[in-house]
């Protein structure tokens, strides 16, 4: 088997508590889907016939229990359960894991919806034997307004810094503005060997990664390392100009001392392959370098490598905010089609959807609503003459008549009372909307 | 007859009256050292049946391996084996019948040392006057056996023909050659077969791109940034995952150049070994041949192979079908990965150094010397002769789009050795310095040409006019059967967005498809003609270039 995938649904949304703190992230519907529904998607489209899913208990109940949660897939599912309350970062999932992992992983974010070609992030963990692939976008402005926040927020989030060199494909630098103190500081060591680097600071990292098995078991031995996107692909880029992993002195030396506590030691025994010989007899026939100009070999002798492949056009999104939450909402129904009106959804002739909009099964809309731009969920009541323009309303939803919603987002289970006029609000599941309100900007949530 | 020499004499005239029924299949087992083919010939006799042209030759030609083998099989157990039957002949016979079934399907190492080896239920031996009389009886259910074993081999039965096709081939090796297709891509029926072909294997088929050069439209023009991979699923599972890095690498241009090519196959293929299990009811020697052959179509699909690698998949073919059946899986796979080790030790590495002893005594004290391209081989020799403080400089000459020769240059300054490095176009400006050509070959053809990288003819032609030897270094094992006298017939298209240069941000061919009076070539080969090669140095030593079809003879007859 060529690689296994491990999908991270464990993350607690800890940027939208307001929609998260009722429904856990991984189900947060998304054009009438599961959020945790695109990535399993993508991972079937691909290929693949069996997916590690790593989960809190929480969801995995959901998943089991509740009809409205239908995933769909066809693939197998190995849901992993993990505490909630354990904190564990996306590194130490992995190592919880580590003995079903066979052999290389493709690690995936439950909030990523892309339609990116998987094909261009394994072709290069392939063909350049590296140690570490993964995929990055570069990021689109968010342009719908958010509800909830008055004005455009500043971006509070710091910027990443990602190196790449010349061919756009090798990773070289990555830093987070957190991390930096007083500015970016590049080894010299780098700039001699690569001495063209490009730093881009407006990529979306989609926390997709291909990882040879080698990390993992790695991982299983270093409990220090905690996160993947945090701490751990940092520490692998920045390993691959390290002095160590170059030299082969300290190789031989290392295969003699088995009980090293080192970590760097750890990490080098377990690249190394059988037949390593005739792969390096192949590289030494080979008339092939990945740069010119210096006199050194191939990759400059350095045994681990990381690559990037970074997306130009096409949908590529973390739902981690409620900003990129609506955003996808709005993309979301170019990624899958079936038709924007359900089937079953009971829809009255006398009303007027717009054809960028989804309305979910078992729907009742009744007559002369206006229905534009918006994603209707499971079992809503959408009762008459109302308009709902630019508006998420999820599951189970009762709108009562002559409401007017516009660019909001109305959890699971909420009551609009009657001629409610709601502008970019966030109503929180199983609230009530008091009849005649009139709400613009606001954030009514329950604190559970 | 080889019949004979099995079946006691008393029986036999009765054997050939009796089964010589139109409507049963009469399956000796025979000693053979081709699995299958002997029952087919024995078979088709016994039926009466017309044989085919086909099967009329190949009778003729295995009699002629039977006589050639009974002297060398003297010394072997077969007659050791015949005494036994003889005496014991009349009790196994339901015992052979009974054994047949399990016979069959490993006919290779299955001779008549079944009744022997096979645990005697029957007493030992009932007097040899009840033979014939049982024997009307015993041959019927004889008979009834062999049907249901033949009825059981039909499913094994397609490994099995291959096999049978095969290993004729590689018997009759002197009289009839088999020699590869060649690629007709303008040929709708052909690339229809083709098509077939690859569906049936599982493989995607690699659309052409591109407007073809009508004189070359006959061949496939692939594009590197549509790789196969595309139409693959992604934990692959149809194949192999080191095949498909291999052939990700190989189209990528990571691993180029034959020698190269080779070794990384080998590799790969030592990778696919390691993790095979044989399936129930199956046999090594046939399924993982069988397994082999979608990879090498999906290799074949990323880059046309070469001469190298289809000589080393000859080889492992070879001996993977002549695994003894009884051998258990655990040896066979060490017995074939210590082969698979031993060959690129012989054939490649140290082949290296047998040439590098010879081209190193062409070298004198002074030598202006030209290389072309990076040849792993040349690059081998120039630096062995440096380290044997042969005084020389060398002259890099590099052509566009693949600009190999910086590589070479790198490898050759790195070891110190004072290089001049100048593109093709300046050839006949540097030649008059130079005392000696030194060129790799891709392929060595049966007719003495030399296949090589594009502009390797060009050089030899103009060192031809100057009066500069022109000696060429290729080990043994790229030594091909085909035959060729021009570089159109066969040959590789690379991709021809590769010809496009950005200067200052500029890229005047970007939009090449869109004028359609203007297509882009990018030939990968040529061939040279013997004329302009003076020496061709291998490992068997310094030979003109016209012996290369004895060394091939010599090859196949050592075989």
């Not at chain 2, 009329?56 to 003297?74: A, F, M, V, Y």
């Not at chain 2, 091909?480 to 240069?501: G, R």
Request: aromatic fraction near 4%; glycine fraction near 4%.
């Amino acid at each position: 088997m060529e690689l296994q995938a491990v999908l991270m649904a464990a993350g607690g949304g800890s940027r939208m508590m307001d929609l998260t703190y009722n429904t856990p992230k991984p189900l947060l519907p998304v054009g009438n889907k599961p959020l945790i529904w695109y990535p399993l998607n993508l991972l079937e489209r691909v290929g693949f016939e069996e997916v590690i899913v790593i989960t809190t208990k929480e969801v995995q109940k959901m998943i089991s229990t509740d009809p409205k949660v239908k995933l769909d897939v066809k693939m197998k599912l190995d849901l992993v359960c993990i505490q909630e309350d354990a904190d564990m970062g996306t590194a130490d999932a992995l190592r919880h894991i580590q003995q079903k992992v066979k052999t290389d992983v493709l690690v995936v974010s439950c909030d990523l919806i892309t339609d990116a070609a998987l094909h261009e992030v394994v072709d290069l963990f392939r063909a350049h034997n590296a140690t570490l692939s993964m995929l990055m976008s570069k990021a689109h402005e968010f342009t719908e307004t958010v509800p909830g926040q008055k004005g455009k927020k500043k971006t509070g989030e710091q910027r990443d810094f990602v190196g790449v060199d010349d061919t756009g494909k090798r990773l070289l630098f990555m830093a987070n503005e957190a991390d930096l103190d007083e500015g970016v500081v590049i080894r010299k060591s780098i700039m001699r060997k690569h001495p063209r680097m490009h730093i881009k600071t407006g990529l979306v990292d989609a926390h997709l990664y291909c990882l040879k098995k080698s990390v993992v078991d790695f991982l299983a031995d270093n409990k220090s390392i905690s996160s993947i996107r945090g701490e751990l692909v940092p520490y692998l880029v920045r390993k691959q100009f390290s002095k160590s992993t170059n030299s082969p002195k300290v190789i031989d030396e290392t295969h003699q001392n088995l009980k090293k506590n080192d970590s760097n030691v750890n990490l080098e025994i377990q690249i190394s392959s059988r037949d390593e010989e005739l792969l390096h007899l192949t590289q030494e026939r080979s008339c092939w370098n990945d740069h010119r100009g210096d006199m050194s070999d191939a990759y400059h002798g350095g045994r681990l490598r990381c690559y990037v492949h970074i997306m130009d056009e096409g949908i590529c999104y973390r739902v981690n905010t409620l900003a990129a939450y609506i955003e996808a909402n709005r993309l979301a129904p170019k990624l899958f089609d079936e038709p924007a009106v359900h089937p079953s959804a009971v829809v009255s002739e006398r009303c007027l959807i717009g054809a960028d909009s989804i309305i979910g099964a078992s729907c009742q809309i009744s007559d002369k609503t206006s229905i534009k731009r918006s994603t209707i969920g499971v079992s809503t009541t959408v009762r008459e003459k109302v308009k709902v323009t630019n508006s998420i309303i999820m599951h189970g939803v009762t709108i009562e008549e002559g409401c007017n919603i516009q660019g909001s987002v109305i959890c699971s289970n909420a009551v609009i009372g009657r001629g409610a006029d709601i502008k970019y609000c966030l109503v929180g599941s199983a609230q009530r909307i008091e009849p005649d309100g009139e709400h613009t900007t606001m954030s009514k949530a329950c604190s559970a | 007859m080889k019949r004979e020499s099995i079946v006691p004499a008393a029986c036999a005239a009765v054997t050939y009256t009796v089964l010589c029924h139109p409507h049963h299949h009469t399956v000796f087992i025979v000693l053979t050292d081709g699995p299958g083919n002997k029952d087919d010939i024995t078979r088709s006799k016994n039926e009466g049946k017309e044989l085919s042209k086909e099967e009329k030759q190949r009778l003729r030609k295995q009699k002629k391996q039977q006589k050639k083998q009974k002297e060398r099989k003297n010394e072997k157990s077969e007659t050791e084996k015949e005494k036994t039957p003889v005496s014991l002949l009349p009790p196994p016979r339901p015992v052979a019948t009974q054994k047949a079934p399990s016979a069959l399907p490993a006919p290779a190492s299955a001779p008549i040392p079944v009744p022997a080896s096979a645990p005697f239920h029957s007493s030992p031996a009932p007097s040899p006057a009840d033979k014939p009389a049982k024997s009307k009886a015993e041959l019927k259910a004889e008979r009834r056996a062999r049907q249901e074993t033949d009825r059981a081999a039909k499913q094994p039965g397609s490994s099995s023909s291959g096999i049978k096709t095969k290993v004729p081939l590689s018997e009759l090796n002197p009289v009839v050659k088999r020699l590869p297709e060649h690629v007709q891509v303008d040929d709708p029926a052909v690339v229809k077969r083709l098509a077939k072909k690859l569906e049936r294997q599982q493989i995607p088929l690699r659309s052409d791109y591109g407007y073809k050069v009508s004189l070359f439209s006959h061949l496939h023009q692939y594009s590197r940034k549509a790789p196969l991979t595309q139409q693959l699923s992604i934990p692959s599972t149809v194949i192999h995952p080191s095949i498909v890095r291999l052939g990700l690498q190989y189209s990528q241009g990571i691993v180029a150049g034959s020698n190269a090519r080779s070794v990384a196959l080998l590799h790969a293929f030592k990778q696919v070994i390691r993790d095979y299990t044989t399936p129930p009811n199956e046999e090594l020697s046939r399924d993982l041949v069988n397994k082999l052959k979608p990879y090498i179509s999906f290799l074949n699909q990323c880059r046309p192979l070469s001469a190298s690698m289809g000589n080393a998949i000859k080889y492992i073919k070879k001996e993977i079908s002549n695994i003894p059946s009884q051998c258990k899986e655990e040896e066979a796979k060490t017995k074939l990965l210590t082969c698979i080790d031993r060959y690129i030790e012989e054939k490649i590495v140290l082949a290296a150094k047998a040439i590098s002893k010879y081209a190193i005594e062409k070298i004198s004290d002074g030598d202006v010397i030209l290389v072309y391209g990076c040849s792993s081989l040349v690059n081998n020799i120039l630096c062995e002769a440096f380290e044997k403080s042969r005084k020389f400089r060398v002259i890099v000459v590099d052509s566009r789009p693949r600009l190999e020769g910086r590589e070479a240059l790198r490898r050759l300054v790195q070891r110190g050795i004072s290089c001049t490095y100048v593109l093709i176009s300046a050839l006949s400006y540097i030649l008059p310095e130079v005392s000696k050509v030194f060129l790799g070959a891709h392929a060595l053809l049966a007719n003495g040409y030399v296949m090589s990288r594009v502009g390797t003819s060009q050089i030899a032609l103009v060192a031809r006019t100057f009066n500069v030897p022109v000696l060429v270094c290729c080990e043994t094992y790229k030594f091909c059967e085909k035959v060729q006298t021009d570089s159109f017939v066969s040959n590789e298209l690379d991709d021809p967005d590769d010809l496009m240069v950005t200067r200052k941000g500029k890229t005047q061919l970007e939009n090449w498809q869109d004028v359609s009076s203007l297509g882009l070539l990018n030939l990968v080969y040529d061939v040279t003609p013997p004329d302009f090669v003076d020496l061709v140095i291998t490992d068997l030593g310094m030979i003109p270039c016209t012996s290369v079809p004895v060394v091939l003879r010599v090859k196949n007859l050592d075989q």
